[in-house]
């Protein structure tokens, strides 16, 4: 089972210079692809473990539990839509079920698979990679120059930002990922574990 999960190997070009033809497709690669999770919807929180796991070359395969194991919430992302796999009853909600695809798609950079319309900006210390997900929908990427390392994506939809992705580094490795909605009250926060730390759970 091949889990793929680093943000600092989102490489969208092969130098430091914004280019079309050298961009790549994202790739995350990990040991385990595990990560604490925690969901803060208008002053509720949930929390458990997510399981990141890629199968074939375009689906992602999204899997959320409680500490203890019982299943909430089993996805299969493709560039193009989700298929629910399992969801509790409180989840399996047409919006809820929206949202969340929309959300890892996002963090994901799976929409970089679906062919859409792209554009490219060179700056001195940032990139940025635009992508056109509908004719209101703009999708933004940035990392660095130097090193293309991922730093954060933005969600706009009618030049209202939607939603934010911020992605923190230890040592030069993925820690965590934080996901922030700006038309409603929802945070996404994902803390990776690593291979002792996933036994332990």
Same mark, same amino acid.
């Not at 210079?17 to 604490?36: I, K």
């Not at 950079?109 to 940025?128: F, K, V």
């Not at 996901?179 to 730390?197: P, Q, S, V």
């Given at each position: 089972? /091949? ?6 190997? =989102? ?19 990990? +040991? +385990? ?6 969901? &803060?919807?208008?002053?509720? $929180? ?8 890629? &199968? ?15 299943? @909430? ?9 989700? &298929? ?20 890892? %798609?996002? @963090?994901?950079?799976?929409?970089? =698979? ?5 554009? +490219?900006?060179?700056?001195? +210390?940032?990139? /940025? ?15 660095? #120059? %130097?090193?293309?390392?991922? $730093? ?38 994902? @803390?990776?574990?690593?291979?002792? &730390?996933? #036994?332990?759970?």
């Amino acid at each position: 089972m /091949r889990f793929l999960w680093c943000i600092n190997s =989102l490489l969208f070009v092969a130098g430091c210079f914004c280019t079309q033809a050298q961009a790549r497709v994202p790739l995350w690669a990990g +040991d +385990d692809g595990l990560f604490h999770t925690t969901i &803060e919807v208008y002053g509720h $929180t949930i929390s458990g473990l997510t399981v990141l796991q890629t &199968e074939g070359a375009d689906t992602l395969r999204v899997l959320f539990t409680t500490f203890a194991g019982p299943k @909430l919430l089993d996805l299969r992302i493709t560039p193009t839509g989700y &298929e629910t796999l399992y969801a509790v009853k409180q989840l399996d909600r047409k919006l809820i079920l929206k949202t969340l695809y929309k959300d890892f %798609a996002v @963090l994901a950079g799976w929409y970089l =698979l679906a062919g859409l319309p792209t554009a +490219d900006y060179q700056g001195t +210390d940032t990139c /940025r990679r635009e992508v056109q997900l509908t004719a209101k929908e703009r999708l933004y990427y940035y990392y660095t #120059a %130097a090193d293309n390392t991922m $730093t954060g994506a933005e969600l706009f939809a009618k030049k209202k930002k939607m939603l934010s992705v911020g992605y923190f580094y230890v040592g030069g490795a993925l820690a965590q990922v934080r996901l922030t909605h700006h038309t409603f009250n929802m945070r996404l926060l994902l @803390l990776k574990l690593k291979g002792d &730390e996933a #036994a332990g759970e």
